[in-house]
């Protein structure tokens, strides 16, 4: 069993930028983030892969948003840059034993779930 905790986030303002931090207790194989904003599904946000680092992003956020992991100390990042109010949402960090998550990967294809941190971006 491994265990997330995330941290990292809070109230910010559009435009600003917020770093998200997602420790693992062990190592995982496809580690990534998804949110979920009041009454709506949770979706996936950005996926990275274990040995080659290539990295996924949804559409709504890439260009803005960066994933990167460090396996040494089995932490993965979430850098969220030019935040938008529709940015605001519970971000959850994922992983998997199965493979890497991407955006194909439904909560179904996750193995482990973080409780959560909210996000609330103000405009």
């Known amino acids: 069993q491994v265990q997330l905790v995330e941290s990292g986030g809070g109230l910010a303002q559009a435009g600003d930028s917020l770093r998200l931090s997602c420790a693992a207790s062990?190592?995982?194989?496809?580690v990534g983030w998804f949110r979920q904003a009041p009454g709506k599904e949770r979706e996936f946000v950005a996926g990275?892969?274990?040995?080659?680092?290539?990295?996924y992003f949804a559409d709504s956020v890439k260009g803005r948003f960066t994933i990167s992991r460090d396996n040494a100390i089995n932490t993965a990042y979430l850098q969220m840059s030019s935040l938008k109010p529709e940015d605001t949402a519970v971000y959850y960090c994922?992983?998997?034993?199965?493979?890497?998550?991407?955006?194909?990967?439904?909560?179904?294809?996750?193995?482990?779930w973080g409780k959560g941190t909210l996000v609330t971006v103000s405009s």
């Open positions: 994922a992983a998997s034993i199965r493979g890497t998550i991407m955006p194909s990967t439904t909560i179904y294809g996750v193995d482990y």
């Open positions: 062990g190592r995982t194989y496809g």
């Open positions: 990275i892969s274990w040995r080659a680092g290539i990295t």
